[in-house]
């Protein structure tokens, strides 16, 4: 069975740090690009950060450039959120997503997420 675990959340001073990760297993990880999206209280869901499936350079939102870094160990299946700097309005729900178009056999998959609190 496919899917995509978070870890990593937790409750951080501002300028603080995080690294989140996001382990996959039951589909082809390196096919897949990866992304980190997050659901702060009473908002949207946003997109935070993207990697592809290979090569290619990640993206970012306007709002985490600078600050946030996302990177990929296809050997590990991992992909990873390195967070710094971190603001009290970082404060979310962040969920990981792998996606292939379906038009090349691929999916769409979701974490059930990891909380970040950014708080004093």
């Known amino acids: 069975q496919a899917q995509v675990v978070e870890s990593g959340g937790g409750l951080v001073q501002p300028g603080g740090s995080l690294r989140l990760s996001c382990a996959a297993s039951g589909f082809t990880f390196s096919s897949y690009a990866m992304n980190w999206y997050r659901r702060a209280a009473g908002k949207e869901r946003e997109f935070v950060a993207g990697?592809?499936?290979?090569?290619?350079?990640?993206n970012y939102a306007n709002s985490v450039k600078g600050r946030f870094t996302i990177s990929r160990d296809n050997a590990k299946a991992t992909v990873y959120l390195q967070m710094n700097s971190l603001k009290p309005e970082d404060t979310a729900i962040y969920y990981c997503n792998a996606y292939r178009p379906r038009l090349f056999g691929g999916s769409d998959y979701w974490g059930q997420g990891t909380q970040v609190t950014v708080s004093s």
């Open positions: 990697i592809p499936s290979s090569g290619g350079s990640p």
